[in-house]
């Protein structure tokens, strides 16, 4: 089932989520709705507070990322996987600069610099327990989901002058003055009269 994204401006998407318990009810069958979700859209991860549920769990799937950006061979082949109750442990490595988009805030994308590797600790959907480290996009997608469920934005990132020069943009997205291909929520849509 396709769930409704919440845009920018909705007040779900600064909610810490709270950890997921292991008999949170229909969890799998959210879980699925979730990746239907980000498929539809289409995106490379879905976070729990973007759907308007305060839960420390996302979904990542950036395999065709890579199929459709990386011809030749390499080492990285993107990452399939669902993260529940993630902590990171430690950031490290360089920081990186990459152009950043969000399913909740459809038609802008900036530049975002993040350290490029991460130790994290999670539990899978089967409730098994992974402690490992990710490098480059992987890494990249990883501390973005991870800041969803900080009630964190990538636009949160951008120096203060360049986040008012997309001030309007963001207010148009938060009243539904966009055009998205998928379902979403806007929180402040005027109401159409009859
Ligand atoms: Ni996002």
């Not at 008999?23 to 859209?41: F, G, H, K, R």
């Amino acid at each position: 089932m396709l769930l409704p994204i919440e845009a920018y401006g909705s007040s779900a998407l600064r909610k810490v989520g709270e950890e997921v318990p292991e008999d949170y009810p229909q969890l799998q069958e959210l879980i699925d709705n979730m990746l239907e979700t980000m498929y539809n859209a289409p995106g490379v991860g879905l976070a729990a507070p973007q759907l308007n549920l305060a839960l420390r769990l996302f979904v990542i799937d950036s395999t065709q990322f890579y199929d459709e950006e990386d011809e030749e061979e390499t080492e990285e082949k993107g990452l399939k996987e669902v993260f529940i109750n993630p902590e990171i442990i430690e950031k490290y490595g360089e920081d990186t600069f990459y152009e950043e988009g969000c399913l909740s805030i459809p038609g802008i994308r900036e530049q975002i610099v993040r350290p490029s590797q991460i130790h994290i600790q999670y539990y899978d959907r089967d409730f098994n327990f992974h402690d490992e480290q990710f490098e480059g996009l992987d890494a990249r997608v990883i501390q973005h989901e991870y800041d969803h469920i900080n009630g964190v934005l990538f636009t949160d990132h951008l120096k203060p002058i360049k986040k008012r020069t997309l001030q309007k943009s963001l207010n148009e997205i938060s009243q539904g003055k966009v055009k998205v291909q998928y379902k979403m929520r806007f929180p402040k849509q005027q109401k159409k009269r009859v």
